[in-house]
């Protein structure tokens, strides 16, 4: 996994929602700190309970301040409707191949739940200069990050 102190691998991927289909990370750096949050399903309980926090924390963040950004391995016609059903004001993106989830070392098998090669619930921290400031991973499915913490370390990053 990604350690905090190290440089975040960059990536590009098809997202859903903006103006563009490709999410690259270099260039949502240019615009301050980000909040990458990786997530098995969506449409699952847990993944829904998450953004609904993650929907907080973004209106929570001034523009200068940071970016969230989802990653899943879902398809982008799955996120976009996720977008669309949950009101996701944020870029999701789509690694169903898995290399984003694997370059960040978050990448499972959940064979209780039937899912492989998806994200582990997990949350990373960069700085505008896509160094790694935070790192959480869950030890469950089910497990949610703390939200209040993720909000403080990006804020923490403007001082």
């Given at each position: 996994?990604?350690?905090?102190?190290?440089?975040?691998?960059f990536?590009?991927?098809?997202?859903?929602?903006?103006?563009?289909?490709?999410?690259?990370?270099?260039?949502?750096l240019?615009?301050?700190?980000?909040?990458?949050?990786?997530?098995?399903?969506?449409?699952?309980?847990?993944?829904?309970?998450?953004?609904?926090?993650?929907?907080?924390?973004?209106?929570?963040?001034?523009?200068?301040?940071?970016?969230?950004?989802?990653?899943?391995?879902?398809?982008?016609?799955?996120?976009?409707?996720?977008?669309?059903?949950?009101?996701?004001?944020?870029?999701?993106?789509?690694?169903?191949?898995?290399?984003?989830?694997?370059?960040?070392?978050?990448?499972?098998?959940?064979?209780?739940?039937?899912?492989?090669?998806?994200?582990?619930?997990?949350?990373?921290?960069?700085?505008?200069?896509?160094?790694?400031?935070?790192?959480?991973?869950?030890?469950?499915p089910?497990?949610?990050?703390?939200?209040?913490?993720?909000?403080?370390?990006?804020?923490?990053?403007?001082?």
């Amino acid at each position: 996994m990604v350690e905090v102190g190290e440089k975040a691998p960059f990536f590009s991927e098809m997202k859903v929602g903006g103006e563009s289909d490709e999410f690259v990370l270099e260039r949502k750096l240019d615009f301050g700190p980000v909040v990458l949050a990786f997530f098995p399903a969506a449409f699952s309980s847990p993944c829904e309970e998450e953004f609904d926090k993650l929907k907080n924390l973004s209106k929570s963040l001034s523009r200068s301040q940071g970016h969230v950004v989802g990653v899943s391995a879902d398809s982008p016609f799955c996120l976009e409707k996720f977008r669309e059903d949950k009101e996701v004001d944020f870029d999701l993106v789509s690694d169903m191949g898995g290399r984003v989830s694997s370059s960040y070392g978050v990448k499972v098998d959940i064979p209780e739940l039937g899912l492989y090669g998806v994200s582990n619930r997990s949350v990373f921290v960069l700085d505008a200069e896509g160094n790694v400031i935070f790192k959480w991973a869950a030890e469950n499915p089910a497990e949610q990050p703390d939200m209040d913490r993720v909000r403080k370390e990006v804020k923490s990053l403007s001082r």
